[in-house]
DNA sequence: CGGCCTTTACATACATGAATGTATGCCAAG
DNA sequence: CTTGGCATACATTCATGTATGTAAAGGCCG
């Protein structure tokens, strides 16, 4: 091959990049070589070793393409107010969050992250998780607080137990669906689970 | 070296079988050698190989010391009878659960076989930790069932609701706590919200 | 606008190291 | 004296990283 225009280069390194959340998924990240990635992208190893530096490189880019801080997803959510029903803005944020995570991509990319790569050069998956889950686990205490001072909240049930509760939760469901997401729809299944709780939690 | 009794080659065998736990751990499972399991017990390839067909057979050597179906720590527990007060019994086989979990060995296997190994060779992670919450999911549904016929649960609260609610916040807090056992003590953390949690399903 | 030159976007070829599996040696247990 | 329990040596495969080749893109200059 000869050489391409800027836009197509740019197309190759996204080619490259779907190529490799495919085979990561398929094959394992440890198990796969870039070999097997080029390939499946119908290039050789050159392209990838122009566009990455190797593949703890390529795997970053990979992780950039979906990076999803929890915090925004509870500030995209502005109806209804987080300050007059606090619960309901979880509920809400959660929901976008489900959705999100139903896109291919963001599904693959979060299934090779949790179940699909070990420790590997500079880069631990564990550790991402633990900055994950401290972020929304944070950010559903905040919110909780809110609900409690606003008495939504179950009499002589905590804001932070009320976070820790949702949060388990939330990862159990998030591991379960992304080992077989064929077996549910995580926002079907998702949201009867986070409303049955919430209304558990809620003040009758 | 030179031969040994019978006793000390199953001595080595398990030497190496601690010190694969230990190094796959800490590297992963994909990136550990079996020459680094191997120096870690104090020995060669050698040993290995005479003890083991391959990785894969000694990592199924490795899950095969732990062995816990869910349904076993179910049995264990006959105080309080499981016909009188199945949300109790419920508690207690959790709680059960939790105190092996905590044992190093099975900390470490199950910690090895949900963060630290990819599909490799025959086997898939994957498919065992999709039969374990299977099992799981199952049997509480079966004892929250119980529990619903006896009137425990809230009303209007399905026992398969009640099971999928605990399975999700459980194996949300293993996830958690395999990632960094250190951060929180299983059977206390575990306890607390399991035990809040059985208090908002329980009927008031 | 056409010729030239440099750089880009890869493909190909090569060297290296690491891990595996097997074959063989060796010494004591039984 | 035979076989079990290893250690050692060897051959092979495989992935990586780098070095080199190359044809076209995109500029510069006349």
Same mark, same amino acid.
């Given at each position: 091959?000869?050489?391409?225009?800027?836009?197509?280069?740019?197309?190759?390194? @996204?080619?490259?990049?779907?190529?490799?959340?495919?085979?990561?998924?398929?094959?394992?990240? %440890?198990?796969?070589?870039?070999? /097997? *990635?080029?390939?499946?992208? &119908?290039?050789?190893?050159? %392209?990838?070793? +122009?566009? $990455?530096?190797?593949?703890?490189?390529? $795997?970053?880019?990979?992780?950039?393409?979906?990076?999803?801080?929890?915090?925004?997803? *509870?500030?995209?959510?502005? @109806?209804?107010?987080? @300050?007059?029903?606090?619960?309901?803005?979880?509920?809400?944020?959660? #929901?976008?969050?489900?959705?999100?995570?139903? /896109?291919?991509?963001?599904?693959?990319?979060? %299934?090779? #992250?949790?179940?699909?790569?070990?420790?590997? !050069?500079? *880069?631990?998956?564990?550790?991402? /998780?633990?900055?994950?889950?401290?972020?929304?686990?944070?950010?559903?205490?905040?919110?909780?607080?809110?609900?409690?001072?606003?008495? /939504?909240?179950?009499?002589? $049930?905590?804001?932070?137990? %009320?976070?820790? #509760?949702?949060?388990?939760?939330? !990862? &159990?469901?998030?591991?379960? +669906?992304?080992?077989?997401?064929?077996?549910?729809?995580?926002?079907?299944?998702?949201?009867?689970?986070? @409303?049955?709780?919430?209304?558990?939690?809620?003040?009758?």
């Amino acid at each position: 091959m000869a050489r391409r225009t800027k836009a197509e280069a740019a197309a190759t390194r @996204e080619a490259l990049l779907d190529a490799a959340e495919e085979v990561f998924l398929a094959k394992g990240v %440890a198990h796969t070589s870039l070999e /097997q *990635i080029a390939r499946h992208a &119908g290039m050789t190893r050159g %392209a990838v070793y +122009w566009h $990455f530096k190797n593949k703890a490189d390529l $795997f970053q880019a990979m992780l950039g393409r979906v990076r999803m801080p929890f915090q925004e997803l *509870i500030e995209e959510v502005t @109806e209804p107010s987080l @300050e007059e029903s606090p619960l309901e803005a979880i509920r809400l944020a959660i #929901l976008r969050g489900f959705e999100r995570l139903e /896109q291919p991509r963001y599904r693959r990319v979060h %299934a090779i #992250l949790v179940h699909h790569c070990e420790v590997f !050069g500079d *880069i631990d998956p564990l550790t991402m /998780q633990n900055e994950m889950a401290d972020e929304a686990c944070g950010a559903l205490t905040d919110y909780f607080t809110c609900a409690a001072r606003q008495g /939504q909240l179950r009499e002589g $049930f905590s804001p932070a137990l %009320a976070a820790e #509760l949702m949060q388990a939760l939330l !990862g &159990g469901l998030f591991h379960d +669906w992304l080992r077989n997401h064929e077996q549910f729809s995580l926002v079907t299944k998702g949201s009867e689970l986070v @409303e049955a709780q919430l209304t558990l939690m809620r003040h009758p």
